[in-house]
C-alpha cells in the first residue's frame, strides 16, 4: 500500500484541501475524502508514503489531526454532500443567511468559493453533513 489516511483537523477549509495537500505534500498524486472527516491521500511509491508519516515537519500536520497508513479496513465513518444554491438574491450572499437556508437539511461546515464566478453571484456549493433527504 502508498496511502494515508488522515483524519482532517478542524477549521480546514475543505474546498482548498484536495488542491492543497496535492500541491504541497511532495510526490502526493491522488487525494480522495472518505466521508466528511477523513481523506486518503496516495503517493508515488511506498518508500515516500512511509517518509511522510514519519516526517514532523510535513505539510500534512496543517489539514490533518492524525494519519496512519491505510489499509482496506478503514471506512467512512461519516458523510457529506455538495449542495448548490442557485438564484440567490445580492442580499442573501451572506453566512448567516446561507446556513439558515440549509439548516433543515444538516450542518454547514463550509463553501465552495471557487464555485462562484468572479464579477457574478450565480451560485455556490454548501458543505453539508449530517444531512436528511433535501425536498426544498
Known sequence: MRSLVGSIATEVDYAQLEHMVLKT????????????????????????????????????????????????????????????????????????????MVEDAGKMIGYDITSVSQGSLMGVKVLLTSFMTLKK
Request: proline content about 3%; glycine content about 6%; some cysteine.
Open 25 to 100: 505534500v511532495k510526490k502526493a498524486i491522488g487525494f480522495r475524502f472518505l466521508g466528511e472527516s477523513q481523506a486518503v491521500i496516495t503517493f508515488t511509491d511506498r518508500e515516500t508514503m512511509e517518509k511522510e508519516l514519519i516526517n514532523s515537519s510535513s505539510a500534512l500536520a496543517n489539514y490533518f489531526s492524525s494519519i496512519k497508513p491505510w489499509k482496506r479496513e478503514v471506512k467512512a465513518v461519516d458523510r457529506f454532500a455538495w449542495v448548490s444554491i442557485l438564484g440567490l438574491p445580492l442580499i442573501g450572499w451572506n453566512d448567516k443567511c446561507i446556513e439558515s
